[in-house]
Each structure stands twice: as structure tokens, then as C-alpha cells.
């Protein structure tokens, strides 16, 4: 399939995704909105079901140059379960094209470290933290102070953090978390599903606002985050 250009509820500073990677995801997040959509297109249960696998064709996507392309927008490239060879032959079509800017995304950054002699030299490498307390019950990601720690440890790369869908958390713990991390920027979301899931206050979701803007951090809302900001 062709390079996606960016739409939705995507972030807004990407302008084009695309994937590799085939497969049920491995962290099996309750809200997760690939296995929403696969329950109702059958397209999709048969791409984002069974095993983890690589779409050949879509190797023969050319990225052309000046992109900001958000790799795996629709699976965990970097989860524990995704063979190496795999992650390995992705991030090698992303070298082939060196004029563009690459964004990864992931619920176990401590893989990074892994394969950082391996990814394109431009490149933003982003972790999901939804809360700081533990979520086994809707995740089977690593917990989330393991992902803080493991993006802390990546010192000087180009660095971002997403906490969405914005889940119940302790102010300043989460807020201490992104302020060692020290990311470029950070996205900020609500659930938009109508999951039913611990959600802060409006009192907290401000607090940890007002604490970013104390460490200096740039916050980027999506505007699904409204509903919890009244």
C-alpha cells in the first residue's frame, strides 16, 4: 500500500505514516484502537490478527524526502515478542531513504538500546506512560516506571513522550518521571472510546499541567483532552 499522509486523530506534526508489521500486538491494551477496528472490518482482523509477521510489499514503498514518518503507527515495533530480524529489516527500508525524519513509538523503550547502531540517523524515539501506577489489569506492557526508566537511560536522543489515553495518576510522581526524562515535548490525551477506565480529575489533569510548565517541558493536547480539562 502506498505512504499514508497523516489525518484523524494522528498526531498533528507527522505527515505521513506507515507499516511494516503485521499481527495481533503482543501487549494486548484493552483500549487499543487497532483491535477496535479490527472487530469491525474484516480487513483488518485478517492484517492486526495471529502471528506477528512482515507485509513484503510494503517494502517496496518509496519515502521519497523531507517526511515526518511515524513508523508502526499500528503495532509495537519494539515489544519483546517482534523478532529481531524483523525489527531489523524495517529499520533498514527506513535507512534507504536518510532525508526524512522517522518517529518510533513504543510500551518497551528499553528495546531501544537494542538496535540504536540500527536506526535511521534522523529520528525521534517515542514511549507511551499513560499513568505511573500499575495497569496489569488493562496492560500487558511493561510497567509504566520501567518504560520512564528505560527512556531516561537514553540521554541525549531526540525524545518524546505520549500519555493517552490519560489514565488515573499521582501528580508529583508522573510529573517527576517526564521531568528526568527531559523529552523534547510531550503529548497529552483522553480516551475518546468510552473505555470506562481509572481517569484523573480536573483538578489533577490541571496540577500536572502547571507541573510540566514548572520543568520547562513543552505540552502538546490533543483535542480529545477537553472533556477532561472542564
Not at 6 to 35: D, E, R, V
Request: charged share 25%.
Amino acid at each position: 500500500m502506498p505512504l499514508n499522509k497523516c489525518k484523524g486523530q494522528m498526531y498533528s506534526w507527522i505527515s505521513h505514516t506507515h507499516t511494516h508489521l503485521a499481527g495481533k500486538c503482543p501487549h494486548g491494551c484493552s483500549y487499543c484502537a487497532i483491535q477496535a477496528m479490527a472487530k469491525r472490518f474484516p480487513a483488518m482482523k485478517d492484517k492486526y490478527s495471529g502471528p506477528l509477521r512482515l507485509i513484503e510489499d510494503e517494502f517496496k514503498v518509496k519515502y521519497g524526502t523531507g517526511k515526518t514518518i511515524f513508523i508502526e503507527n499500528c503495532n509495537d515495533l519494539f515489544a519483546e515478542e517482534v523478532p529481531g530480524d524483523l525489527v531489523l529489516r524495517i529499520l533498514t527500508h527506513c535507512s534507504l531513504w536518510p532525508e526524512n525524519t522517522y518517529v518510533f513509538q513504543t510500551k518497551n523503550p528499553g528495546r531501544y538500546s537494542k538496535f540504536i547502531d540500527f536506526l535511521p540517523a534522523n529520528r525521534i524515539l517515542g514511549c507511551t506512560i499513560e499513568t505511573n501506577r500499575d495497569m496489569s489489569t488493562i496492560s500487558q506492557a511493561p510497567h509504566p516506571e520501567k518504560r520512564a526508566s528505560a527512556m531516561l537511560l537514553l540521554g541525549r536522543e531526540r525524545k518524546f513522550v505520549t500519555i493517552e489515553p490519560v489514565l488515573d495518576f499521582d501528580v508529583d510522581d508522573l510529573a517527576a518521571w517526564i521531568g528526568f526524562i527531559k523529552p523534547e515535548f510531550l503529548n497529552l490525551g483522553a480516551d475518546s472510546k468510552g473505555h470506562s477506565m481509572p481517569e484523573p480529575t480536573v483538578e489533577k489533569v490541571h496540577a500536572l499541567v502547571d507541573k510540566l510548565k514548572e520543568y520547562g517541558i513543552e505540552l502538546r493536547e490533543k483535542h480529545n483532552l477537553e472533556r477532561l480539562m472542564r
